[in-house]
């Protein structure tokens, strides 16, 4: 049996619970045959045994003499062959049978154990076991023209045995039968066919092995991965996420909101689209995720979540950022340094000792103030480390990058650290470099502000770049939207607007063209 495919053993299944109802089935048939043959016999017997008690030779010859009463039985004979009863018999009242089917039995007392009530003037019928098989009998008083009680008759039907029941009823149950078991055998059939087809055409044992497969690929991959199904209900969450999320135990079948209440996986569901490469942030974790619909047969079916941890992502991408900033600083600073030297040796070399010493001593109070100003005011190395490269970098492009002065940072806005403001600052001043290309009328400068109490954190990005056209004002948040035709990418000001989601944040831009833009980002602290 273990063998045979799945599709025989759905078959079969199906073809023994076809069986099964149908034997059911019969058993309440023939309950039902029965209990409606006692009814109907019990009318009959009824009705025949009212004929006899209302037959005036039954009446008269029942209170005549012994001689008399012998013409009794002949006439109740001829009844009862005429209504096919089993038996009638006449009791005077003194309970001497006066008619029976067996000659010997007449003139005999009758003693059975129903009989009582019908003496007393009482119809009824009841069921009994005899010699016969069980019959069911009619009581009914014989009466006189002066309503006195003469005598009873008793009129008894056999009821048909098991066997006969179904003797009777072998015609109709042998179609039935037939029928039934040739309907249930095709629509087992196509039935297991479907279920099989819906399988994939896999047998049970390689639908497990493909389970136990799948269940070992998700826990070995190094990212997190939780599926749904249409109903919000678990149907994988393998090992990685259950590190990565603080969960444990069995979480299979149970709703995604009752294990991850700010999860964002159920919106798939309703928006019916993939959404790639979103931060988000459940909990105390900022993780970077895909989200995409499942399908079968063009429905959606569930979804799937495939998510990393932002920590470590950022920390890779810093490393990168850090080497690629190292290296800019590095040639920015050997050619401010070169120009520097040789502002210093042309200077000695026409004899200008005392003004070579002033240069000297002008370069080193202005490296110096505006280091000691970072230190003291913003208490990020990060982001000191970000402005100083910043403003090399406009030196080299021709640009004057300002930092005001009364700007403080001391703390970040919740939900935020310093890897956010890396980027958000960072993207704003590049976004401010590139306002520049095509300008030559004028002298290129960039101011940037960060403010900070105990209610808000601003931080302001203002360029007196070409602006931006009023008809793109509404999209430049949008990714992959670039101004910059072929050579931008879009991605951006696109950051900046998740950075500032993410920390409940507002941006404000205004922009005019050929006058140039202020980004003013502002945080509830």
Known sequence: MNRLPIRWKITILIFAIVSFSMLLSGVFIISDFFHTKEEELSQRALLTARTVSEMPEVRRHIVENKQSRALINPVVERVRVIHSADYIVVLDMNKVRLSHPLPAMIGTISRGADEGPAFAEHTYTSKARGEIGTVVRAFVPIMNSDHEQIGVVIAAYRLPTFFEAIDSLKEEAAVAVVLSLVVGGIGAWLLASHIKRQM????????????????????????????????????????????????????????????????????????????????????????????????????????????????????????????????????????????????????????????????????????????????????????????????????????????????????????????????????????????????????????????????????????????????HIDRIFDEGFSTKGENGRGIGLYLVKQIVEKGNGRIDVQSEEGKGTVFTVTFDM
């Open 200 to 471: 994939f055409e896999l047998e049970p044992h390689e639908i497990a092995k493909l389970l136990i497969e799948r269940t070992e690929a998700f826990n070995a991959m190094h990212e997190g991965v939780i599926a749904i199904d249409s109903d919000k209900k678990i149907t994988i969450f393998n090992d990685r996420a259950k590190q990565m999320l603080g969960v444990k135990g069995d979480v299979i079948g149970r709703s995604i909101r009752s294990i991850i209440p700010d999860t964002h996986l159920p919106e798939i569901l309703e928006v019916n689209k993939p959404i790639y490469n979103k931060e988000l942030q459940i909990g105390n974790l900022t993780i970077w995720s895909n989200r995409i619909p499942i399908k079968v047969n063009g429905k959606t079916v569930g979804a799937i979540a495939i998510f990393q941890d932002r920590t470590e992502v950022k920390r890779l991408a810093e490393e990168l950022t850090g080497v690629k900033a190292f290296v800019h600083a590095l040639r920015v600073q050997n050619h401010e340094y070169m120009n520097k030297l040789h502002t210093i040796a042309g200077l000695i070399q026409l004899g200008h000792i005392e003004k070579a010493l002033e240069y000297v001593f002008q370069v080193t109070e202005e490296q110096a103030e505006l280091t000691q100003f970072l230190s003291r005011n913003i208490k990020d190395e990060s982001i000191s480390g970000l402005l100083l490269s910043k403003i090399r970098r406009g030196k080299e492009l021709g640009i004057r990058v300002t930092i005001d002065r009364h700007s403080r940072l001391h703390r970040f806005p919740p939900h935020l650290d310093h890897h956010d403001f890396v980027v958000l600052l960072g993207n704003l001043i590049e976004n401010a470099f590139d306002a520049f290309r095509g300008v030559t009328d004028r002298e290129k400068e960039i101011y940037v502000s960060l403010e900070q109490n105990e209610e808000i954190c601003s931080l302001s990005v203002e360029d007196n770049g070409q602006g931006i056209a009023r008809e």
